[in-house]
């Protein structure tokens, strides 16, 4: 399979702990992007990288949130002292830079925070 | 005001309807649109681009209005495999822009 890949699929974790998701993206795609969703919203944007350059961060985004693309290829996103409002549905997508509205997103890595 | 909006819905429609779901953006130096579907549990899959020329393929019709900054997707001679949550989502004016996701609109056809 070459599409996108999450993992976990799922973590359940304790308020106060840390988390972090792994995404490798189509091999070819220099662009990943990280959003959130929460049921019956849409996908709320995160952060996204050209190749290893994180090009923006939400600023909604708390600084317990970080994202890395340390070689331009899988990106992790980890989320430290965890709370509840932290449950969600995280998504990463991948897409070439000459293509940018064409997103293909994984099967997401949801978070449930106790 | 969020970046993108859409209507609300849910939208229950009988098979063989039509229907119309609108979006709005705020971003006027915006250049890309797009419809995309989500089923249920699953992840957002592309429907189609929207040019500003409008452009359709089947059943599917997407507009463009610039001045307005509105989106369009028609769906007609609706299936019961149309059922899910139709997401518009807009890029910003340069190619290193992000792309944002309005919240959808839920559609379900009804035998």
């Known amino acids: 399979d070459t599409g996108v890949s999450q993992d976990p699929r799922h973590k359940i974790t304790k308020r106060g702990q840390n988390v972090t998701f792994r995404c490798d993206p189509i091999?070819?795609?220099?662009?990943l992007y990280w959003y959130r969703q929460t049921l019956g919203q849409g996908p709320e944007f995160l952060t996204y990288?050209?190749?290893?350059?994180?090009?923006?961060k939400s600023r909604l985004l708390s600084d317990r949130f970080s994202a890395e693309r340390p070689k331009g290829s899988f990106s992790t996103l980890e989320i430290q002292r965890t709370e509840q409002g932290d449950s969600a549905m995280y998504l990463c997508?991948?897409?070439?830079?000459?293509?940018?509205?064409?997103?293909?997103f994984g099967e997401g890595s949801r978070l449930t925070v106790l | 005001r969020k970046e993108v909006e859409q209507d609300p819905g849910p939208f229950n429609v009988p098979e063989g309807a039509t229907v119309a779901f609108n979006c709005t953006y705020s971003?006027?130096?915006?250049?890309?649109f797009f419809w995309y579907r989500q089923d249920c549990r699953k992840e957002p899959k592309l429907l189609m681009s929207v040019y500003s020329s409008g452009n359709e393929d089947g059943r599917f019709t997407a507009q463009l209005n610039r001045a307005s900054q509105y989106i369009s997707l028609l769906i007609r001679d609706s299936k019961l495999s149309d059922s899910a949550t139709y997401l518009c989502?807009?890029?910003?004016?340069?190619?290193?822009?992000?792309?944002?996701f309005g919240p959808g609109t839920s559609l379900s056809v009804i035998p």
């Open positions: 997508a991948s897409s070439l830079s000459t293509d940018t509205g064409e997103l293909f």
């Open positions: 990288f050209q190749n290893e350059a994180q090009l923006e």
């Open positions: 989502a807009v890029n910003g004016g340069t190619s290193y822009d992000k792309v944002i």
């Open positions: 091999s070819e795609h220099n662009r």
């Open positions: 971003n006027s130096a915006s250049q890309s």
